[in-house]
């Protein structure tokens, strides 16, 4: 037998048995590659498996979200509302809270317009608030939204070491004239 390589033990066997077991061992190697596509098709299905599974060992499951209610509120999780003027004395009704009355892991803030000044800008913020009195802006955008067509914005995550109080909403109609009587819908899901 050859044997410096390894490659000359190999081929001596084969051809040692008039060249029918390399032909034999050929035919099992192109068969073998012929099946290797069907083998992995089935394979990857179960190769999939792991990355559905979190740290937990359990299968992830859809987020589930549930709507806040807001302070003062009727009982309905969406609140109406109109631009108005601001005023020298007294609040403006630019500010919504809705409570969170237990952990979130992210929070998702919506917005719809009911009726647009197509030339007017409306100033859109949100905040987390905390119940240490501190409050993280999320969101600060200037829009000119279509008429009944809503936004998400977030999620958001839950800011760790912090125990979220509130979510604040705020449409002001800033120094546009044209923003005055806005009509809009918002709401505000807390989501694990």
């Known amino acids: 037998m050859d044997g410096a390589d390894g490659r000359g033990e190999i081929v001596s066997v084969f051809s ?10 050929q035919q099992r190697l192109t068969i073998a590659a012929t099946r290797m596509p069907l083998m992995l098709s089935r394979l990857l299905p ?6 559905l599974i979190g740290s937990t060992g359990v299968a992830s499951t859809a987020q589930t979200c549930r709507f806040l209610q807001p302070i003062g509120g009727t009982g309905s999780p969406i609140v109406a509302k109109s631009v108005g003027a601001g005023r020298i004395f007294g609040k403006t009704n630019w500010n919504t809270d809705f409570i969170v009355d237990q952990p979130y ?6 917005f719809t317009a009911n009726s647009s000044d197509a ?5 859109v ?6 119940t240490d009195g501190t409050s993280l802006q999320v969101v600060n955008e200037s829009m000119k939204p279509p008429i009944g067509r809503g936004r998400m914005f977030g999620p958001f995550p839950a800011i760790p070491g912090k125990q979220a109080s509130q979510m604040n909403f705020k449409v002001g109609a800033s120094n546009d004239p044209g923003a005055l009587g806005f009509s809009y819908r918002i709401s505000v899901q807390g989501c694990n």
Not at 125 to 130: D, N, P
């Open 105 to 110: 892991s992210s929070f998702k803030f919506f």
């Open 125 to 130: 913020e949100a905040f987390m608030k905390f």
């Open 119 to 123: 030339n007017a800008t409306y100033p």
């Open 16 to 25: 040692g048995h008039g060249g029918q077991a390399f032909s034999t061992f």
């Open 46 to 51: 179960l190769l999939a498996v792991p990355l």
